[in-house]
């Protein structure tokens, strides 16, 4: 190395995770993501009922770690979502947040899908309404806007990469849900441990990273 590449060097601190490319051709953009969606799904579709379960336990463990290093107590707000079977489980993780006398907040679609959010009360208090479509309190509490309260929010995706970058379920939810976060640094997104990508995901001008990963045995800050 000669002495000028030195002096170029950066200071100090672990370099910044590769960002995938930033695709502008949203075609594109769209088959890519789903063809890397339908592997996922077909994982995750293979998993039994007992790795899922522990999953969920595991996952909970993580989450209360999380709340107590952020000292979240009683009237804090966290935003999470309700699990669908093939998801990452989070019904324990919620019962969890309930008991440490948090306020929980989860997605309630509406009738066009809107991002609006309702409060988890419980799981007996949770409407069914399509099958496919993740369980809802039976009404809203308020819009996106009502993001900006929660501390921590919990977020699911197919998988994440090093540099924070979700693959989603592809209608957009949480990419509009998303910026009314109050902080990056707020949002953690949940994957199985084997969805954590190692290359970098492509994505889009509207694609946010979430600035945390958590798993059911790790989670760790992006560019940490
Ligand atoms: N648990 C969970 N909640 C979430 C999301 C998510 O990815 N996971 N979302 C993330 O975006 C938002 C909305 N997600 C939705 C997921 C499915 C359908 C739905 O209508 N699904 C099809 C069935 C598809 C299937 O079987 O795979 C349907 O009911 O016809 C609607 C919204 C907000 N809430
Ligand atoms: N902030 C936004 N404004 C307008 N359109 C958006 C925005 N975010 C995403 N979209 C559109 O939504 C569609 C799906 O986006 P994308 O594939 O990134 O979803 P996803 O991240 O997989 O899903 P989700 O966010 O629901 O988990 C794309 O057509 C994209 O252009």
């Known amino acids: ?35 890397l969606r339908r592997a996922a799904r077909k994982r995750r579709s293979g998993r039994d009922a007992r790795f899922r379960e522990e999953a969920a336990e595991r996952i909970a463990l993580q989450v209360a770690e999380l709340v107590d290093e952020l000292e979240l107590g009683p009237g804090d707000t966290v935003a999470a979502y309700v699990s669908r079977p093939v998801e990452p489980g989070t019904l324990p993780t919620l019962e969890l947040l309930r008991e440490r006398s948090l306020r929980v907040l989860v997605p309630v679609l509406g009738q066009a899908l809107t991002r609006d959010w309702g409060e988890f009360t419980g799981v007996g208090d949770l409407d069914h309404r399509a099958p496919g ?3 809802e309190p039976p009404e809203a509490a308020g819009d996106c806007s009502l993001l900006r309260e929660a501390r921590l929010v919990l977020v699911p995706a197919l998988r994440i990469d090093e540099a924070g970058y979700r693959l989603g379920q592809g209608g957009g939810w949480y990419d509009r849900a998303l910026q009314h976060a109050r902080d990056v640094s707020a949002i953690v997104g949940i994957v199985y441990d084997d969805e954590v990508a190692d290359t970098p995901l492509p994505r889009g001008d509207h694609d946010l990273p979430v600035g945390s990963v ?11």
Request: aromatic share 2%; glycine share 8%.
């Open 133 to 135: 479509r993740p369980m």
């Open 1 to 35: 190395m000669t002495g000028s590449d030195a002096d170029a060097a950066p200071a100090a601190g672990p370099p910044a995770p590769a960002r995938g490319p930033l695709i502008d051709d949203l075609d594109e953009l769209e088959d890519l993501k789903d063809e």
């Open 214 to 224: 958590l798993t059911p045995t790790r989670r760790w800050r992006i560019g940490a």
